[in-house]
């Protein structure tokens, strides 16, 4: 595999450069996976300070709605087969966890920052959650082995994170990327090759931000 082979297939990839803040990046011509040059990736004390500087709590209706329609798409139809849950990269407060808590399922939280004690180390789960959390990995298909892992068969494994445009041109213009903690993005069918590679299956898309996927 070659420096810039693709990280979900270890295809080939076409550069991207953003000449104004000399970044790189690399869309893989098979699945789609576009990701950001290594040299470019912030140290984690910058990361951490990015993400205290949004405001998510229960009381941040807009941020509380996402979820809400997260959880429409992604939760409520398999309700019945869940009574356990990880939420895995919850952020600084836990509010996804708070709604799943609501639905009567038995929630775990962890984040490397927020909540690092590793509580799902021993434990499967029939729900895992991972929402604003793949775009900010750097090696997404380990990250999926994990939580993979720590899946009951049949669980659900709901990700959420903005799909990309597409094309080079729509990428270079797209607002999501100015963030520079976002290094990972992907597309539905980024999606179903990692859920291939890993033996997982697909249930749904949206057309926007949500993956659904069952062991
Ligand atoms: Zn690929």
């Known amino acids: 595999m070659k420096k810039n082979d693709c990280k979900i297939c270890s295809g080939a990839t076409v550069i991207i450069r953003d000449k104004k803040f000399q970044i790189d990046y690399?869309?893989?011509?098979?699945?789609?996976?576009?990701?950001?040059?290594?040299?470019?990736?912030?140290?984690?004390?910058q990361e951490v300070a990015r993400y205290k500087e949004h405001n998510n709590s229960m009381e941040n209706e807009?941020?509380?709605?996402?979820?809400?329609?997260?959880?429409?798409?992604?939760?409520?139809?398999?309700?019945?087969?869940?009574?356990?849950?990880?939420?895995?990269?919850?952020?600084?407060?836990?509010?996804?966890?708070?709604?799943?808590?609501?639905?009567?399922?038995?929630?775990?939280?962890?984040?490397?920052?927020?909540a690092p004690e590793k509580t799902y180390e021993t434990k499967c789960y029939d729900l895992i959650t991972a929402t604003e959390v793949f775009e900010h990995l750097q090696d997404p298909l380990q990250t999926a082995k994990l939580?993979?892992?720590?899946?009951?068969?049949?669980?659900?494994?709901?990700?959420?994170?903005?799909?990309?445009?597409?094309?080079?041109?729509?990428?270079?213009?797209?607002?999501?990327?100015?963030?520079?903690?976002?290094?990972s993005f992907f597309r539905p069918r980024t999606f179903t090759?990692?859920?291939e590679r890993l033996g997982l299956k697909v249930l749904t898309f949206d057309r926007k931000n949500v993956c659904v996927l069952t062991k």
């Open 26 to 45: 690399y869309l893989c011509s098979d699945c789609e996976f576009i990701f950001m040059d290594e040299a470019a990736i912030v140290p984690p004390e």
């Open 62 to 114: 807009g941020y509380v709605n996402m979820f809400k329609e997260f959880m429409k798409v992604a939760v409520d139809p398999y309700a019945e087969r869940i009574k356990t849950a990880l939420d895995f990269g919850c952020g600084p407060s836990p509010v996804l966890a708070t709604l799943l808590q609501q639905k009567g399922f038995q929630v775990d939280t962890y984040d490397p920052y927020f």
């Open 147 to 183: 939580l993979k892992k720590h899946l009951n068969s049949g669980g659900i494994l709901a990700i959420m994170t903005l799909f990309h445009p597409g094309d080079a041109a729509s990428f270079s213009s797209w607002w999501y990327r100015r963030d520079s903690t976002h290094i």
């Open 193 to 195: 090759v990692l859920a």
